[in-house]
């Protein structure tokens, strides 16, 4: 006897409403309340998650997203009524790859979760399996990983004292629910109803856009006329992650309006005119849009093109 639902009208959904929040828009929930501008942006780089963190619940999300397309397979229709659950649990999954791919290496475990991820991308996308266009997740994987630590993995063998690291990435140990933790969680297909709730209320892209150009409008303005300060490059490190956070949240979401479009148009457009950028950041906009443009493919409530406007 097995408690286990054989299709998704067996689930057992939680009435209890959680709050979601993606790995992107926690990032921008790390900014602390410092009155310098510059001090502030610069201790975002101190708060920043774990990539192993980040690997955790990525995983969850996917594997949570595969086991909805298992269990639609005993029953097909059921998936109409749990379209939007999918559609959530997509957006959390390649937020937490994309932010993988944004969040610089800060610490040994670090340099360990990128240089696996770095070769599990290259191998992946070399044996034509990836979802994405492989000439960006090439560029996508920007990051070197710094010396000292241990980074380097050789076949498959892991560094000594990685062991519980490797099995954190590998999700041989996964996350658990923390439910006093206010940032982004793991969700499951019985958290449904919570999951909805959040995908039909999408946040504002063209209220998005406007903060990622803030900050870039500020990088500027901390480098002029007068020399930087002393929180200058951590400052400016801070507020690249946070902008480029912003558009990537601008590309993954679909568009539900003509406003929608032309927030994502602009965002695109906006980062093909910032080539001084790193190309790897501009490349996980790139995808994110990818994504969006997957999702709203499906048809009403979304929209791809307005009045001369297509994307």
Known sequence: MTDIPETLRDLALSTIRVPVIDELAGIEGLLPDIADDQERHAALLERLPSLLD????????????????????????????????????????????????????GSAEDRFAWAVLSG????????????????LM???????????GCGRVVGSRVPMGMEEEARRFDGTVLPERVESDPGPGIYHLEDALSLEAWFGAPP????????????????AAWSEPQEPGPFWIGATRGAHILAYAQLCRVGLWPARSADDLM????????????????????????????????IAAQGAPF?????GVEL
């Open 138 to 148: 090439t560029r996508a994987l920007w990051q070197t990983v710094p010396t000292g």
């Open 303 to 307: 929209v791809t093109s307005s009045g």
């Open 263 to 294: 927030a994502k148009q602009e965002a695109e457009q906006l980062i093909a005119e910032r080539s001084d950028d790193p190309d790897g950041m501009r490349a996980l906009v790139e995808i994110a849009l990818g994504v969006g443009r997957r």
């Open 204 to 219: 504002d892209l063209r209220g998005l856009l406007e903060e990622a150009k803030g900050h870039f409008a500020a990088m």
């Open 54 to 105: 980040l690997r955790g619940r990525a995983l969850v999300h996917g594997l949570q997203y595969q086991r909805l397309l298992t269990l639609a397979e005993a029953d097909p229709s059921a998936l109409e009524d749990r379209v939007d659950t999918a559609n959530a649990l997509a957006i959390l999954a390649h937020a937490g790859e994309i932010a993988m791919l944004l969040v610089p290496a």
């Open 120 to 135: 599990e991308r290259t191998a992946q996308y070399q044996a034509g399996s990836g979802v994405h266009d492989p000439a």
